[in-house]
């Protein structure tokens, strides 16, 4: 097996190269999901009469870190 350095959280499965490369394929997704989750709230609130009072953000898929 490859050992790679990290500065992440020391998980096990992060020795590994594939294990890196997972993480940052998931990092990567969540940042996708959150600027895609942005612009939808963007249009809705583009509306006439249309405000935001609160605005929450909610990181429910974040099981694959440790």
């Known amino acids: 097996m490859i050992e790679a350095q990290t500065t992440?959280?020391?998980?096990?499965?992060e020795k590994w190269s594939e294990g890196l490369e997972y993480r940052k394929s998931m990092e990567l997704?969540?940042?996708y999901a959150s600027a895609n989750?942005?612009?939808i709230h963007q249009s809705v609130l583009?509306?006439?009469g249309a405000?935001?009072?609160?605005?929450?953000?909610?990181?429910?898929?974040?099981?694959?870190?440790?």
């Open 46 to 48: 583009n509306h006439p």
């Open 29 to 31: 997704m969540g940042r």
């Open 37 to 39: 989750h942005d612009m």
């Open 8 to 13: 992440h959280s020391g998980a096990p499965w």
């Open 51 to 66: 405000v935001s009072v609160l605005t929450l953000e909610n990181h429910h898929n974040f099981a694959w870190k440790m």
